[in-house]
DNA sequence: TTAATTTGTTAGAAGCATCTAACATTTTAA
DNA sequence: TTAAAATGTTAGATGCTTCTAACAAATTAA
């Protein structure tokens, strides 16, 4: 295990990188909210210990052992979150802070008894996956809300944005993991979505919140 | 809130300053596993804070600001020690070290729920007080195990020493806190003491471990 | 009460993570 | 296909925490 710092730059490159595979130096800079040039011997160092694949002008890759270290870190955030929602029950808006500071402590007694209490959990209160001790992840097949055709009924299964804003936002609007909804209409001119669920009245969600919802068909 | 590093600085300094007020810079160095430049420095810094007052050559002491940050350190710390055994059923053995990491984690909503579910603790798995919201302490009047005259009963009330090796020393010898046990024997050469509890054969404590229990008469 | 010992300070350097300013490369657009 | 824009690198500096080496003050013991 590397440093705070150290650990929170390989946990961006894997998420920044999930799409592609990489992640260049002005992405990484602006997701830490430093400069480049902090990220230019960042990278050096991490690729001087193999946890980043790295050459001057070329896209940042994690390396297998980098990747295993970002899926520890990763596993440690989920269950903290899951464990502040279940055990002690705090709101989904309010447990990523908080884990941001947990995923950092040392301790296999400490997760693995969370991870016992939660009985193994396969998801965080976010709907993301936890990956196992191993680092394996579970894999469903996921569509962001704002890409579902009208008519269409849809369970939510997870958000890809854990901010407190966002959450508080989905709060007020009553919509939740699990939930089934209904695809009402589709706005063509500005992406925003209407939705239905039995109990409730119309709902309306811009395409910025629509397109950070996975749902299921 | 400081630093990691002040924050462990200043409670250190609390825990050493505790019989006479004060702290020398040798012993903080000792204590944190640091040479005598880095007290140096760190109290230069400190008590440009107005966290220590602090003069070349002179003791260090903890300003009321200091003290107060202090106990809202060990709040902490105590508060997570007891959560761990208590809600996560770890040993007491065990807690100190993740409490070490916890003790750090900046949220009041996390210490406040962690308070709320241990209904407003007043000790620590270790016997220690844990202070209240504004810094209060319960003090209670102990003596030393090792203090006891034989033929006395006592009830076991604190550790003054939370290391592991300490507690599976007392797990071995099966000791607890809230323990009743009577003196039976003082050996005078060597300061050990035999004791007995009501089911239990007797017992037999060398000095340096009956000086590390606190007890009642 | 002087000398030895213990304790504390200063000076200067190092590693970490960051920055700004200047320069280099790569990409994009004219 | 060159010029402009975007992206990335290097050099050099800073603040933080630590260190060693050299020196100074305070304490203790002869
Ligand atoms: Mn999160
Ligand atoms: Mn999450
Ligand atoms: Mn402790
Ligand atoms: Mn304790």
């Known amino acids: 295990m590397g440093s705070l710092t150290e650990e929170n ?7 920044l990188s999930q799409a592609t595979g ?3 130096v002005s992405e990484l800079a602006k997701k830490l909210a430093v400069k480049l040039p902090s990220v230019n ?3 050096k160092k991490l690729g001087a210990k ?8 070329k896209g940042i890759r994690l390396t297998e052992k980098g990747k ?6 990763i596993r440690k955030h989920r269950l903290a979150e899951l464990f502040l929602v279940k ?3 705090l709101g989904w808006e309010e447990v990523h802070d908080i884990a941001e500071q947990l995923e950092h402590v040392d301790s296999n007694r400490f997760y ?6 939660l009985n193994y959990p396969k998801v965080d209160p976010h709907g993301e996956p936890i990956p196992d001790i191993n680092g394996k992840i579970f894999n469903d097949k996921r569509i962001p809300l704002s890409g579902v055709n009208e008519g269409v009924t849809v369970r939510i299964l997870a958000v890809s944005d854990d901010k407190k804003s966002f959450l508080d936002h989905l709060n007020s609007k009553g919509l939740f993991i699990g939930e089934k909804v209904l695809v009402k209409r589709k706005e063509v001119y500005d992406g925003s979505v209407v939705l239905t669920n039995k109990s409730k009245t119309d709902l309306m969600l811009t395409h910025q919140v629509a397109e ?4 299921e068909v």
């Open 9 to 15: 730059y390989i946990k961006s490159i894997y998420a």
């Open 22 to 24: 990489e992640v260049f």
């Open 41 to 43: 011997s960042m990278m």
């Open 50 to 57: 193999k946890m980043v694949s790295y050459a001057p002008y």
């Open 68 to 73: 295993k270290e970002a899926l520890s870190i």
């Open 87 to 89: 055990i002690m029950e």
């Open 112 to 117: 693995n008894r969370i991870d016992e209490m």
């Open 212 to 215: 950070r919802i996975w749902v």
